[in-house]
C-alpha cells in the first residue's frame, strides 16, 4: 500500500511561501568578467578545481534600508527577522601594480656657512663704546695741534743756542729743523731771526733775545697759548686765523695778554714795556695784578692802540704813555710785510 504524497507546501507558513515565490523570480547571477578570464587561465593552465586562497578580508554586506514602498525594477523590502536571500557575491581585488623603482636621491648639497657677527653683550658693547670714544678723543688731540713753526729769514752771523746745542748761523736747515715748541733759543747780539706759525702768528725775534718757543694755538678748541721770554726784545703780529684764540707772554716782571693785535715786547733792567701798535692788550705786574690806573686792584691794565705800558721790577706802580716814534716806524714796517705773508698762507 503507497503513501500519499504529502504536499511540499502544507508546512509553510505565509511569510516562507511569499519568500519562495520572490526567490523563483529572481535570476541567476551572472560571472563577472574578471571571475571569467580567471577560471580560463585555470583551464588553461590544468589548475581548475584547485582550492581558491580565502580574500584577506572580507566586506559585510549591508544590510538593506528599510523604505516605504518596493524600489523600481527591485523585490520590495524584506523583513527583519528573514535570512538575508540577497547575499553579494565576492568580487576578487584586483592586483595592484608593482612599485616604480624610483630614481636615486642626489646627495644633499652641504649647507652654506653665513657668517654673521656676534651679538655683543653689555661687557663687550661698553668696551667698544670706549675704544670709540678713545678713538674719537685721539683723532681730536692729534687733529686740534696748532700749524707748525717755520724758520722764515735768518740776519747777521753767529751761533743760536738751540737748548745748549751752538748752532752756526748759516745752516738755515739745521736751525730750521730746532724750531718746535718747548725749545730754548738764546740768540747773540749779532742775529736775528723770522718766524711764523702758519697763518696765526708771526714773530721777530731781536738779536740778544732768550726765549722758549711756544705751541701755536690749537685749531678748533682750547685756542690757548703761552710763550716764556727772559731778555731782549720781539715783535709779534696776529694773522687772519687767529681770531678766537689767545696768547699769553710772560716776562721776568709783566704778563700780557694778547687776543689780536700788533705789538712789542722790549725787556729792560728796569722793566718790561709793551707798545701796542693796533688793537688793544691787557697788561699786569707779573704775580701782584696792577689797576686800570696801575695802582693794584686786581685787574689787568689795557694798553690800546698808539700807547705803550711799562711793569717796573723794583715793584713801582706801573705806567702808561704815547709809543715812541722810532718803535711807531719799526712796527708798521713789520706789520706791512708779515701780514701779507700770512694772508697767502691763508689761501693755501
Not at 581585488?93 to 646627495?107: F, G, K
Not at 722764515?152 to 730750521?176: C, K
Amino acid at each position: 500500500m503507497t503513501e500519499p504524497q504529502r504536499d511540499p507546501d502544507i508546512d509553510l507558513t505565509n511569510e516562507a511561501k511569499r519568500a519562495r515565490d520572490l526567490l523563483k523570480r529572481l535570476e541567476a547571477p551572472r560571472a563577472d568578467g574578471g571571475f571569467r578570464a580567471r577560471l580560463k587561465e585555470e583551464f588553461v593552465a590544468g589548475s581548475f578545481g584547485e582550492p581558491l586562497e580565502a580574500p584577506a578580508r572580507s566586506t559585510p554586506m549591508r544590510k538593506a534600508e528599510p523604505t516605504d514602498g518596493p524600489r523600481r525594477g527591485g523585490i520590495g523590502p524584506i523583513p527583519d527577522d528573514e535570512p538575508d536571500l540577497a547575499r553579494q557575491h565576492p568580487r576578487p581585488r584586483p592586483a595592484r601594480p608593482e612599485p616604480r623603482s624610483r630614481p636615486a636621491a642626489r646627495p644633499a648639497a652641504p649647507p652654506r656657512r653665513m657668517f654673521r657677527f656676534p651679538k655683543p653683550t653689555r661687557p663687550r658693547f661698553a668696551a667698544v663704546l670706549a675704544a670709540a670714544a678713545a678713538i674719537t678723543v685721539a683723532f681730536g688731540i692729534v687733529g686740534n695741534r696748532g700749524p707748525q713753526w717755520r724758520l722764515l729769514n735768518v740776519t747777521g752771523t753767529g751761533y743760536v743756542q738751540a737748548d745748549g746745542e751752538a748752532i752756526p748761523i748759516e745752516r738755515l736747515n739745521l736751525l730750521a729743523e730746532r724750531l718746535h715748541p718747548g725749545v730754548e733759543i738764546v740768540l747773540p747780539a749779532t742775529a736775528s731771526i723770522d718766524m711764523a706759525a702758519g697763518s696765526d702768528l708771526a714773530m721777530e725775534i731781536l738779536p740778544g733775545t732768550s726765549f722758549t718757543i711756544p705751541p701755536a694755538p690749537p685749531r678748533w678748541f682750547l685756542r690757548h697759548s703761552e710763550l716764556y721770554a727772559r731778555g731782549g726784545e720781539m715783535r709779534v703780529t696776529t694773522g687772519p686765523t687767529f681770531q678766537g684764540a689767545k696768547l699769553e707772554l710772560h716776562t721776568p716782571d709783566a704778563m700780557v695778554q694778547v687776543t689780536g693785535t700788533t705789538l712789542a715786547v722790549i725787556m729792560e733792567p728796569t722793566g718790561t714795556c709793551v707798545c701796542v701798535l693796533e688793537g688793544e692788550v691787557m697788561m699786569g705786574a707779573r704775580g701782584v695784578s696792577a689797576g686800570p690806573e696801575g695802582s693794584g686792584g686786581g685787574s689787568m691794565m689795557p694798553i690800546t692802540s698808539g700807547h705803550r705800558g711799562y711793569v717796573f721790577r723794583d715793584g713801582r706802580d706801573p705806567a702808561r704813555a704815547d709809543i715812541r716814534p722810532t718803535e711807531m716806524v719799526a712796527l708798521a714796517k713789520f706789520r706791512a710785510l708779515r701780514y701779507e705773508l700770512l694772508e697767502e698762507m691763508t689761501r693755501k
